[in-house]
């Protein structure tokens, strides 16, 4: 059975992040394994003396197991059905987590809110993990709740399961590069959540022929028609895969990372790739997943790619 593994801190965007997962893995049929790294034992250490502080480390191992557990019991009570396991890893959080992907297919990881407009508070292990992860890696924000995913009902309150429709799910695509892993993540998580999929795509019309270059408005919407025919070919055979999917797309003037940013306001999820690095163990992440995990208001998949 496929694996979704989260990881677990007991900060509230790790929770969140769990509640996240354990609605994704019902949706795909998949088990959820809750990770969480004991990293923090060198800091139960007294200062100068290198020995432990009296107690600590029990205490820290007492909390780590209680933690696992409590997520456990909540998770499989408010999923019937769903598989639930945990793991407790004694290395730091990033190796740990890493090392637990090898037998999973997404990895979820929570960040901290700061608003609509500051957006995502991405930490050292989130960025770490995003760089050099093989598999899609999705970061969600603290206080993120499945009717977040919904369009309002009628009256203007709050959706839910059953209840409205799921939000679109957003895809950055690069037409220069389009991968089919990324396309294919994008157009399972619409199907998954028999949502419509917006596809967004920038570009800048001087960059075709040198940013000093000067066009007339005709030659411009003439590039315009040509960006468009683009995002069309690209797409056609991913929607007669996936004919239940409706899909949008749009060629927008400029950087796609405000576009995607401004689209994730009414988004269920933004999915945006990330060039695998040639040094996995350093690993990159581009302007425009950096941009979007930064500012999103709704989760965000970065899909690795070759």
Not at 1 to 20: H, K
Not at 57 to 68: N, P, T, Y
Not at 180 to 199: K, M, N, P, Q
């Given at each position: ?27 795909r049929?998949?088990?959820l ?31 780590s ?25 004694e ?5 740990a987590?890493?090392?637990a ?12 809110g ?31 709740q ?14 839910g ?5 799921c ?17 294919e993540?994008?157009?399972e ?54 004919p ?11 950087s796609?990372?405000?576009?995607l ?20 163990a ?5 302007p ?9 208001c ?9």
């Amino acid at each position: 059975m496929p694996a979704i593994i989260v990881g677990l801190d007991g900060s509230p965007e790790s929770l969140a992040a769990a509640d996240w997962a354990a609605r994704e893995a019902t949706q795909r049929g998949a088990r959820l394994c809750l990770v969480h790294a004991a990293d923090t034992v060198s800091s139960l250490y007294v200062p100068y003396m290198g020995v432990p502080a009296p107690g600590a480390i029990e205490a820290h191992c007492e909390w780590s197991a209680r933690l696992l557990d409590e997520a456990e019991s909540r998770l499989t009570e408010g999923h019937p059905g769903l598989r639930v396991t945990t793991r407790r890893a004694e290395t730091a959080a990033v190796t740990a987590l890493l090392t637990a992907e090898e037998d999973a297919e997404l990895l979820v990881l929570g960040s901290r809110g700061l608003g609509t407009v500051t957006g995502f508070l991405v930490g050292s292990v989130a960025l770490a993990v995003v760089a050099r992860s093989e598999r899609p890696v999705v970061l969600v924000r603290a206080g993120e709740q499945a009717h977040d995913e919904h369009l309002p009902n009628a009256e203007g309150g709050g959706g839910g399961p059953g209840t409205t429709s799921c939000r679109d799910v957003v895809l950055g695509l690069d037409l220069a590069e389009p991968d089919d892993t990324v396309v294919e993540f994008a157009f399972e998580s619409a199907r998954r959540r028999a949502a419509g999929l917006r596809v967004v795509h920038g570009w800048n019309p001087k960059a075709a022929y040198g940013y000093g270059a000067v066009l007339d408005s005709g030659l411009e919407a003439e590039l315009a028609a040509e960006t468009r025919h683009g995002l069309k070919d690209v797409l056609r055979p991913w929607q007669d895969k996936f004919p239940g999917v409706e899909v949008r797309a749009q060629a927008v003037v400029g950087s796609a990372g405000r576009h995607l940013v401004h689209a994730s306001r009414d988004a269920s999820l933004v999915v945006v790739g990330r060039k695998k690095s040639h040094a996995p163990a350093v690993g990159r992440i581009g302007p425009i997943a950096h941009a979007v995990l930064h500012h999103a208001c709704a989760p965000v998949a970065v899909v690795p790619h070759d």
